[in-house]
């Protein structure tokens, strides 16, 4: 990795761009990250009432959901 991508990785995204990403919906992601254990990357708080989460860790999660997935079908 260079450092413009690792910075990129370490961007911190809004509850919006999250969703619009991941495809999931803001009741569906914030429900995940109540499971125990958490189904969702935990967010980072920004602000009072802000909260983010670090690019590289969404995009290490769709990557995650696209491995197991692959793996239930049998395809490596």
Sequence with gaps: MNL????????????????????????TIYR???????HFPPGIKIGISAVGW??????DYLEQREA????AQGLH
């Design 4 to 27: 413009s991508s690792d910075l990129d990785r370490n961007r911190i995204l809004r509850i919006r761009e999250v969703c619009e990403i991941v495809g999931l919906s803001r009741p």
């Design 54 to 59: 670090r690019k590289g860790a969404v995009l």
């Design 68 to 71: 197991e997935s692959k793996q």
């Design 32 to 38: 995940y990250m109540g499971m125990n254990p958490p």
